[in-house]
């Protein structure tokens, strides 16, 4: 049985400067993707069509290990890795929170990074196996938001 990744990305709500001294509110996480309701699922449930995922780069275990040491068995030694998971934050946005909900106890290693933890990591012990990544969805991030502590993706495992 194969490990499967379940990526999501958020971004800091932009705020203007009076809701932010009038209401006193910080800024809220948001999906960047558009969900939709999952035909597939009997019970209500929101889902983005794989099309339209944020990352759709399918299974790579070196993509997995180096977000969080998920599968690091496929390497010989020790390999870097950027976080341990941390779980799912709390103030992250309700679709995330939800659908990660769904998956119960099947999902594990819930994790999140923000774009400047993938940055800020050293990529070149996993060469070309991450390419897709490094090329496509920090890209994606960086067009989001100017500040890189203001966009990140939350992600979780199923086996």
């Known amino acids: 049985m194969g490990c499967d990744i379940h990526?999501?990305?958020?971004?800091?709500?932009?705020?203007?400067?009076?809701?932010?001294?009038?209401?006193?509110?910080?800024?809220k996480w948001q999906s960047i993707e558009k969900w939709e309701i999952d035909p597939d699922y009997d019970e209500f449930r929101?889902?983005?069509?794989?099309?339209?995922?944020?990352?759709?780069?399918?299974?790579?275990?070196?993509?997995?290990?180096?977000?969080?040491?998920?599968?690091?068995?496929?390497?010989?030694?020790?390999?870097?890795?950027i976080t341990l998971p941390r779980g799912i934050p709390d103030d992250s946005c309700q679709e995330i929170k939800d659908y990660v909900a769904s998956w119960g106890s099947d999902g594990h290693s819930h994790n999140y990074n923000t774009l400047k933890e993938l940055k800020e990591f050293n990529w070149s012990d996993y060469g070309d196996t991450v390419k897709y990544f490094l090329d496509e969805v920090i890209p994606k991030m960086e067009k989001v938001s100017v500040c890189d502590e203001e966009v990140r993706i939350v992600y979780f495992f199923d086996n």
């Open 7 to 27: 990526l999501f990305a958020e971004a800091k709500s932009n705020q203007s400067f009076l809701e932010k001294v009038i209401f006193w509110e910080k800024p």
């Open 46 to 81: 929101m889902t983005i069509p794989y099309k339209k995922e944020f990352y759709n780069g399918g299974r790579n275990y070196n993509l997995f290990c180096a977000l969080c040491g998920v599968r690091s068995y496929q390497f010989n030694g020790n390999p870097a890795f």
